[in-house]
């Protein structure tokens, strides 16, 4: 399984990006998929998680309102929207494919894709 995330890159603060990751390998259509991102001297932390069929979707408290994710199975692709930007923003974003349709909170994460660089200036 290879998950390929790309749309990374520098905004200004406010600014929008529309981040993607790529899936190949198995039955996209049959994971949960999910974004996380990592800070410089921080741990990795959960930003968004999507079920199988987009049905259901989670965002961290920090993202709730500004970020979008959603998917599309016939692309075998994950998108995640980010509006209103801000510094704390800036991350290195991973993708990420659960081991289950569904989202629950024993869900596991099965396959980490490489991060995407968001950088956001104030």
């Known amino acids: 399984v290879q998950l390929q995330a790309s749309g990374g890159g520098l905004v200004q603060a406010g600014g929008s990006l529309r981040l993607s990751c790529a899936a190949s390998g198995r039955t996209f259509s049959s994971y949960a998929m999910g974004w996380f991102r990592q800070a410089p001297g921080k741990e990795r932390e959960f930003v968004a998680a999507i079920s199988w069929s987009g049905g259901s979707t989670y965002y961290a408290d920090s993202v709730k309102g500004r970020f979008t994710i959603s998917r599309d199975n016939a692309k075998n692709t994950v998108y995640l929207q980010m509006n209103s930007l801000k510094p704390e923003d800036t991350a290195v974003y991973y993708c990420?494919?659960?081991?289950?349709?569904?989202?629950?909170?024993?869900?596991?994460?099965?396959?980490w894709g490489q991060g995407t660089q968001v950088t956001v200036s104030s």
């Open positions: 990420a494919q659960y081991g289950s349709s569904w989202l629950s909170a024993n869900s596991v994460v099965e396959v």
